[in-house]
Each structure stands twice: as C-alpha cells, then as structure tokens.
Nanobody, 124 residues
C-alpha cells in the first residue's frame, strides 16, 4: 500500500505561483511514475503532468505546458508541482497519484493510488 498526501494548495491571485507537494508513505514510489491530476467543480478529473521514476521524463497537458513543472525527490519520497503564472481556469482540486507499471500517462484509470487532494483557487 502507498499513502499519498498533497499539500501546498491555497488562494492566489492570477499571475501568482504555488508549489504543491505530494508526500508518500508506505511502499516506495521511487520505481514508479507519478502524476498530477485536477478536478474542477462539475468537470471530469483531467491530467496535468507526469514524471518518470527517475525524474528524467516528464509530460504535461497543453493547458499547463510552459507554466507548470513537475519534479520529484525520491530520497524524500516526494513529488512536486511548481505552478507559475496561474490563471482562474487553473482553479481545481489537485491530486497526485502513482501510476501502474506500463500504464498510459494521461489516463486516470492507469493510476492505482491517489491522495485526498489539495484545493487551488486562483482569483481574477
């Protein structure tokens, strides 16, 4: 079992920045790809970013490319999402998740473990 706990969300003005953290406990995540997803009210959960087990491979949704950066520190069992130039449309609950081996990066169903989420609200 893996437990994931997100933190770092909050209220920020448009153009501002936030850094989300996802701390893992239980089984190691160092050999697993990890991802961030988000879900706005009334919308489906959507892919934001993913990172390979070593941190050398990353991928982003077009909507956040160039503004968000995913990273990880395997020694600390933590995954990060640096969010810059935030927009009101980035408002959502953000979740981190551990991808199943061989799973497709942008599909939520390919992720086996999820955190409880952290709220990000961007005001205009």
């Amino acid at each position: 079992q893996v437990q994931l706990v997100e933190s770092g969300g909050g209220l920020v003005q448009a153009g501002g920045s936030l850094r989300l953290s996802c701390a893992a406990s239980g089984r190691t995540i160092s050999s697993s790809a990890m991802g961030w997803f988000r879900q706005a009210p009334g919308k489906e959960r959507e892919f934001v970013a993913t990172i390979g087990w070593s941190g050398g491979s990353t991928s982003y949704a077009d909507s956040v490319k160039g503004r968000f950066t995913i990273s990880r520190d395997n020694a600390k069992k933590t995954v990060y999402l640096q969010m810059n130039r935030l927009k009101p449309e980035d408002t959502a609950v953000y979740y981190c998740a551990k991808r199943q081996e061989g799973g497709t990066a942008y599909l939520a169903r390919e992720y086996a473990y999820w955190g409880q989420g952290t709220q990000v609200t961007v005001s205009s």
